[in-house]
């Protein structure tokens, strides 16, 4: 799909200046594809952000703190994921939960989409791609530019000529201006309608909805999860403004408003994020910070794009030709297996809750509900497994202190069948998966541990593989017994 | 040897109703296998003691599966407390009655219990029910037999009995055995000038008619009934040290509906039961005289309390008393890592949502009935608030086995070692009035707190799940109660094990692991009580800031109400989502919160407080008596006119012991906030007070749409789906099925369903 997409955009001039689009698209089909390719950006970011999280060791103070700061910004892409998808709803289009792996990159990314430890270089990425454009010609901000091409030319040799940064807002900026425009999109492309979106309600959890929320002073930064529900174009656009300046502030959707009525009119309701409050400002911050160290007093020493892909060759540090680490210690190997599985389990009932969520009417709609829990229970196995993977070896050198980390890699398929049994019997299938490597992992895990301080305990991943084993017992009961109500 | 100090042990011990003849067996929890770590704790039976007709150990059995229940006759609860020394040559040990021998001493007993929930309501103390054993130390029968002066002549009611064992060699050391009433309800004896009352009462025999008719409990309503609630009148209420109980009435009423149902009103039937709490003490005798140390007696006390059965016997309550009384013991901050205490407190949590019917708790329709219909916290809060009713959760996904795997994802990340995440998803104490989408959806949810709002932990729980990733070692803690042997090896570096200890023979559903403690009222204690003479001169009530009693120089103190303590706020706003722009929050001004506040659970609050280095604190007090609640006044001009006064705090426990004080509780204080009888309790108090104690939803499976299938635990038939609970509805258990044959309709639930042993 993302090829085919890439194609449609090659050859277009720059997407911040005046909307043009391939001759044999409509306005509306180009403003669906370009949001499309707004999801897979969000969720390359979202994972991107979580791996540098990951990879922030947790006996450093400071890295403590950062790791909350990457937290929250990637859940806050999470809200951002799920408004496209509601925008697309809107739009009628298929909602798009694909990206993909590395070495993969589109137009309007910010920067090469990659898995890789928070150093100074990918953080100069992150703060480019988060900042308002045309900022960067300010003083304070005039290095990071070129820090982070040279980042990219370091880190990916087949990109050394076109070490291109960009800025996330961009395609937002186009999009509003494509929506914006009656001419281009008519009325009738809207449903005037929300239902089949979701709302904070379902998603937001412990996390604000609301973009006047300050940091909770007993636990530092929240993430302020904007999941908006939009009914018309209107709604639609501020939506879109709104993502946008959490991620810049307002200073580029000033600039993005105002090239039609609508978007003039529209200027006094964009929302107003206080500065400190934006993706770019708390990374900026960061990067401030982060600049005094080295990476190793704060980062565990993980790869870039780790992978389970035993089928390509590598160089003796265990990187291929296209970028990728492989993960060659067999327990590592495993655990990193397991991750993949659950991630894949994870978008699976996200793409589950996205097909429900739109039944109309939705006969349904508890499942979606239910549904919904399910992918955060995924998201706990996660963050459980991505923390052990970023502590577990990468080889089986003993000189070798790199480490495995969580690979993401996506899984071979992301739209669901259209009969609902055959949905749930994925669900089982991955179930029955996991099922099938527990012997596996159990058997390379030693019973006793040394914790932190030297002391042997009892080894916490077979407690945990145990636990999930008897959870997943407990959701494959479930789904049997829905199994048994369906035609 | 010599004797040091005497401990009675445990310091506080549940006995539970019953009218088997046969106590219920010993048993402990323990995790479940960890091949299958999310199910249900196992029951462990451990060593029963089995005592004779004349009072000696016959022999300690174990039975290989717990019976709670025989041919409709619940096993009784019947603890043994033991009497334990210091001895100068610093070993800690369970008496015997051979070692006092060679110092010619024995031991000597009195226990004392009250039942003051009549005494609660009517504010006369010749409705104070109480029995005392005076001091014994032969191994007889005490019988304790309640007596009030409202009592016709020779009338009692039978709290039960207590005996002190006798020692012999199997069993040498020193124990008292205290067994409960049946569970009973005592009624008013009428004269032949007395309307006869309409309902037919079986439950009465003529024994059981024990109240005067001319005592007034029969007929009696708050205020006389008065309808007339004027500023005025309530204000004179209050003078008169009238305030009524939270949530109001919780007694048997006439009709029998409660009295939301009956237009607000609640007259008495004039029922009693044979619930009570109070002191076991002991003494060391040297021929008739108290032996002395330092010139004190050698004495020692235990608290009692006697409550209903633990009806869902292999669950713990998400807050039980132990974290209470824990953080009055070691204060509101947890040190170094505390995962193993946040993994049991997510375990708890699931175990209670199981007993939950969560779609219905959530405030969801159910079967095309308007939520405002079924007794729910969001009901509640609409009812409270004088606002409509909003569902807490996003309602498609409120389903009880969808949420309880929820949180079992959770507790397995948590076993990864992976770091904690959802601190932030607690409720803060602070935020019990927060009732915006946010603020509810704070864990745990749909909950009912001491202030009649959302549930929060105790702060010290909360610390323990915020501080689950400390490098730092662990703080010792423990899961289950310990056995002797450990208590021996722990003791000497952590008094507070005693807390935790459970003496051979006795069930677990004898220790406080198992009492819920957030009151409103409370099952086994109202704790709300405990709190309301902490503070040096002055009485407080249980669930308000108002100052009704204050001793001596204090005395201009009475009628205020307690504002601050040391600059920290007693009371916490309550807040809604604006009707307009439901992001922001909306103070709730309403009758009853008149000034958008509330006054924090006192446990919780006074946790700040506790561990202070000075004994003192800086009290800030209302400038009016016996006014309203009021939020603390914004102007300085205002603020001037405040009370302000140093308070001394009081000691929480007795004397270097685990005792909580009789000075703050006395013999009958700490039920008599309970229901009378204690069956309305079961009736009224939902599943969202206490789910783990009184579950709602039972024998759940998975339903062929996906969503949860199972019984409301009061329903009659089992061959129906789940009805919803409805004071009506004749399928579900009402309040004289309860008063006739609690014992019949009740029943144990073990792993989820009805226990039906073998």
Known sequence: ?487 | MTIKKIVILPPLAFARFGSHPEPVASYTLEDPSPDEPLGHRKIKPEPTLIVSQTGDILREDAEPEIHFKEKDKVRPVAPFFELWAELNDGRFVHLTEKELKKQDAHVEWCVEVANRKVFRRTRSKSDIVSASTDWFGNHDLQELHGKCRNFVAGGFVKFGTVRYIQPNPQHPQIRLRFTPGAGLIYGTKFTGKDKKPTIKEPFLNDERRVYKSSGGWLGWQHDNGNEDHTEETEKKARERNDIETIPPSLFAIDPPAPPWLNENKAVSRGYLDDACDGFVQARIMVGDKPLKINGKDLTAKARIGVAPPHYAPNSLFVRNLIDDLEQAYAGRDIKGNSRERALDIVRRAFETVRYMNVAVMNGNPFKGRNALELDTMPAEEAFGTERPLRPVFEPTGADTRTIAALHQRAYTALKSGSGGWFAKLLRQPEQAGDLSDEGRRKMPALMCSAESLYLALTRRQISAIKHLDSPEPAEPWLPYPINAEQLQELRPRNRSAELMYKPLGNPLSSHPIVAISNCCPGLEFDFRAVWRRLLVGITLVEWDNLVVEAEGKFEDLRGRRLLKIDDEDVLAKVTGPRPSDPTKPLPLICDQYPDGVVTMEWSNSFARFLHKRSRCVTCTFSAEKWGPLQAYPETSKEQRKLKVQELEIRDFFEDGSLVVSEELAEPGELTQGLCSPWQNDFRECSCYYWASARPDYVNVEPGPDGTSRGQNWMQKDRAHDYIADDYRDSRLVLYDDLFNAWEEVLEFQVNGKDYEPG
């Open chain 1, 1 to 487: 799909v993302l090829v085919r997409i890439e194609r449609q955009i090659v050859g277009l001039s720059d997407p911040s200046s005046k909307p043009e689009k391939p001759p044999e698209l409509s306005w509306y089909d180009y403003a669906v594809m370009l949001l499309q390719i707004g999801a897979s950006i969000e969720h390359a970011l979202m994972v991107q952000y979580l791996y540098a999280a990951y990879s922030m060791r947790d006996d450093h103070p400071k890295a403590k703190k950062w790791r909350k700061v990457m937290l929250t910004i990637a859940r806050e892409e999470m809200g951002h994921l799920l408004t496209v998808q509601n925008i697309l709803t809107l739009l009628g289009g298929p909602f798009n939960l694909d990206r993909g792996d590395y070495p993969w990159d589109v137009p309007f990314e910010a920067c090469p989409f990659r898995l890789e430890p928070l150093t100074k270089g990918s953080l100069a990425c992150y703060v480019y791609a988060e900042m308002p454009p045309g900022e960067e010609i300010k003083n304070k901000l005039k290095g990071i530019k070129t820090t982070a091409e040279k980042h990219i030319r370091d880190t990916s040799p087949h990109r050394r000529t076109e070490a291109h940064v960009g800025h996330v807002g961009t395609l937002y900026d186009y999009v509003i201006k494509i929506l914006g425009d009656r001419e281009k999109v008519p009325d009738i492309c809207f449903k005037d309608s929300e239902i089949g979106q979701f709302s904070w309600d379902e998603w937001g959890r412990n996390y604000r909805g609301d973009k006047d929320s300050r940091p909770d002073p007993n636990d530092g930064p929240r993430a302020n999860v904007l999941i908006r529900k939009v009914a018309t174009r209107e709604e639609a656009l501020i939506a879109l403004a709104e993502l946008s300046e959490q991620g810049e502030g307002l200073v580029a959707i000033e600039k993005g408003l105002g090239d039609t009525d609508i978007l003039r009119s529209l200027g006094p309701n964009i929302p107003k994020f206080a500065d400190s409050l934006t993706h770019f400002t708390r990374f900026h911050e960061m990067y401030e910070e982060l600049s005094k160290l080295s990476p190793k007093e704060f980062s565990w020493n993980v790869p870039a794009n780790p992978t389970t892909d035993r089928s390509v060759h590598h160089d003796a540090k265990g990187v291929t030709a296209d970028g990728r680490t492989k993960i060659q210690n067999e327990r590592s190997l495993r655990w990193a297996a397991l991750f993949n599985l659950r991630y894949r389990m994870l978008l699976a009932w996200l793409a589950h809750a996205l097909t429900l969520v739109r039944r109309e009417p939705s006969r349904s709609s508890h499942l979606c509900g239910q549904i919904v829990h399910r992918v955060f229970g995924e998201m706990y196995n996660i963050k459980a497994i991505a923390e052990m993977l970023v502590r577990m070896p990468l080889t089986d050198n003993p000189q070798d202190d790199r480490k495995a980390g969580p690979p993401f890699e996506m899984p071979f398929r992301t739209p669901l069948p259209p009969r609902d049994r055959d949905v749930w019997e994925i669900h089982k299938a991955s179930l029955a998966a996991v099922r099938n490597i527990y012997p596996d992992l159990l058997k390379g895990e030693h019973t006793k541990v040394k914790d932190a301080s030297g002391e042997e305990i009892a080894n916490p991943a077979i407690a945990y593989l145990k636990a999930m084993k008897h959870a997943d017992h407990d959701a494959d009961q479930w789904i049997d017994g829905i199994l048994v109500g369906l035609p």
